[in-house]
């Protein structure tokens, strides 16, 4: 939708996988209520990226078994994910001026709810999508190092040189309010910050102007997993976003028919901020419980730029 005016063309996408639903919500809530005449340039909204697999509640295509997120640059012959890829490369990459894909966390894990940034070669770039990071305001922002080859929609936007940026909000399957809200007020500080809407738009009402930025993370290099070695039942001891030390007590496995001495005590392996948490209490040899991400400054950020293939 457009009013006519000279401005950004934002392209908005969610359902990219389809059973992760803020996003989904948030843009039908945008299409529902934006009055086109109160847009300066123009919106490209798409709520169900991958439609097939948002009809069908799964995080990738009944058709195919694509996962769009893997598909990209796409190609219009090789099956209907690779399609949405190549026709968001070919045909909505050259209108785009910024673009904003909203995800959510997984379906047996939790993710604290966050920004979600891979670094690229290109400085200016990469300084535009720290920049937008840090309008959209999510509590954390996970960052990643440049990579050479990518088939996610992050790297075929930075291909294309469009600026681009990420979240994870909330949990698959279903919609936390806070996670919308999160979502909502970074959209909207995102489109103010880049003319689209008014600052006196209604939508800000209950927006804050500004946010108190955010928190970069590191989920390569400093990055620690705390993983069971034995099944069993985990009781944990921290909730997602808390600040842990590494030799701090994570929590403990007991096994379902001895619960009087656990199988296995946790202890976090590193310093940092809990951003993923294991969702089920059954847990089996191998899956991870917590993963802990160590802070990141904003020139440590900026700096990624230059490290491709580190
Ligand atoms: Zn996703």
């Known amino acids: 939708m457009q009013k006519g005016d000279e401005g950004p063309t934002v392209l908005l996408t969610a359902g990219n996988h389809g059973d992760e639903y803020e996003g989904q ?9 934006i009055d086109p005449s109160s847009i300066n340039g123009r919106l490209i909204i798409l709520p169900a990226l991958n439609s097939p697999a948002v009809r069908a509640a799964t995080r990738t295509s009944p058709l195919d078994g694509g996962n769009l997120n893997r598909s990209f640059p796409g190609d219009p012959d090789s099956g209907p994910t690779k399609a949405i890829a190549g026709f968001i490369v070919q045909h909505l990459f050259p ?3 910024l673009a904003v894909d909203f995800h959510s966390g997984g379906s047996t894990s939790t993710y604290v709810n966050t920004g979600f940034l891979c670094a690229n070669t290109n400085p200016d770039l990469h300084r535009r999508n720290v920049e937008l990071m840090e309008v959209f305001g999510a509590p954390f922002t996970m960052v990643l190092p440049p990579t050479e080859a990518g088939t996610d929609i992050d790297f075929s936007a930075y291909q294309a040189g469009v600026p681009f940026i990420s979240c994870e909000l909330g949990g698959a399957g279903t919609v936390c309010p806070a996670a919308f809200n999160i979502g909502w007020a970074g959209l909207m500080r995102v489109l103010v910050k880049n003319d689209v809407i008014a600052h006196d738009h209604p939508f800000l009402s209950d927006v804050p102007n500004d946010s108190s930025g955010t928190c970069f993370v ?3 290099s400093n990055c620690t997993m705390i993983t069971a070695a034995h099944g069993g039942l985990f009781e944990p001891l921290h909730e997602l976003g808390s600040w842990v030390e590494k030799g701090q007590k994570a929590g403990c496995t007991y096994g379902l028919q001895n619960f009087i001495e656990p199988l296995e005590s946790h202890t976090f392996e590193s310093d940092g901020v809990i951003v993923i948490k294991r969702r089920d209490t059954l847990v089996q040899s191998g899956d991870h419980l917590y993963c802990v991400a160590g802070k990141l400054s904003r020139e440590e950020v900026l700096a990624m730029s230059t490290k491709a293939g580190s």
């Open 95 to 97: 209108l785009t001026d």
């Open 25 to 33: 919500c948030i843009l039908r809530r945008l299409i529902r209520e």
């Open 218 to 220: 590191d989920i390569a």
